[in-house]
């Protein structure tokens, strides 16, 4: 076994249905014909490794997939196409993430903790670490929803580097808060790369991706731009945003569009296809390269849209849970129900059939 990475993410894509309500979601699940839902591919292929011990940064505009890509590697969502391989348990920081509003800050410390695996005595030998760490006073007591945004990180971050992961995902939490907190969020996280644990460290600041990161990846509109040396990456990355900032109002819309408009357009046959075909030239003697290529597509991966023999299930399940409803409510039996259907509409019917036929009787 290859020991030298600790996430591997292969030919990941995601897509997204852009649903305009619950609606159009609802008839588009029970539709017999395609769907004509646009379609937003997020990833479009991203494959890379995140060393044992390494730092990694993610950068890239606004919408560019980084969250994306992050919450794929956290498991917190599904990826459409591709593999990820995740060794270790991870704890992933994001302003909020994984915080139960209804709950207060406390409360929160002991799910979050016993989510990830401890048990209720190490929680509670943790307990004052994480509470001073966070220092939000009183504000502990309280729903997490009356947070601050600072708030939220503070907690989401002290309790996620206190519970002892082997990789961290880091998702824009320094964004947010005040100097001093940044500047102890900073030492953690040093001590963390002293530890050789493993990072993913998500960033719009470069000075943080520069202080921070060993090597960086630029995911551009739902590609890999470029992956190496996180001086190298950065100067790039500088060198397209002077660009683009050069752009008139009217040539950046313009940009931004085409970038869109292949994220719609993406096919993600083709690019199976064109994966294959490069693995069937490094491999000319490999007969079996299309079968494995599909299997790294769709072979670990769980689909979000429900297969026909699922939706006729749930049809039946949920016609026969209202044939349910309906005999409890009206008295009838089923037989009676399903034979009369009518009957249930208009009971008088049914009682003036009875006293019909008593009255024969
Ligand atoms: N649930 C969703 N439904 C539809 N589109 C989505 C959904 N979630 C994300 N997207 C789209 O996917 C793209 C990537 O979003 P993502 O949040 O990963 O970008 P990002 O690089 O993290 O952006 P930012 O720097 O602003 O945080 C965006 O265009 C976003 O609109």
Redesign the pocket.
Known sequence: MDNSYKIKVQNVT?E???YKSQAEKLRAFFSLRNSTVPH?W??MGISLEVKSGETLGLI????????????IISGIIPQTTGEVEVRGDTSIIAIGAGLRGNLTGLENIRLKALMQGLTNPEIDALMDDIVSFADIGDFLYQPVKSYSSGMKSRLGFSIAVHVNPDILII??ALSVGDDTFYQKCVDKIAEFKDEGKTIVF?S?SLKQIEILCDRVAW?HY?TLKELGATKDVVKHYREFTKWFKGQTKAEKKHFQRQM?AN?KSFDIDAYQQQVTEERQQAEPNDSNVAAEVKKSFYGSVISEKMSWGNRILTLAVGVLFVLTCLVNVSGHSLGDVLQHPSNIVHPETVLHDANKTSAVK
């Open positions: 995601k997204y249905d852009l937003f997020s990833l890239g505009v606004n919408g560019s997939g980084k969250s994306t890509l992050s919450n998702d824009e998500v719009h995911i739902g869109k994220q």
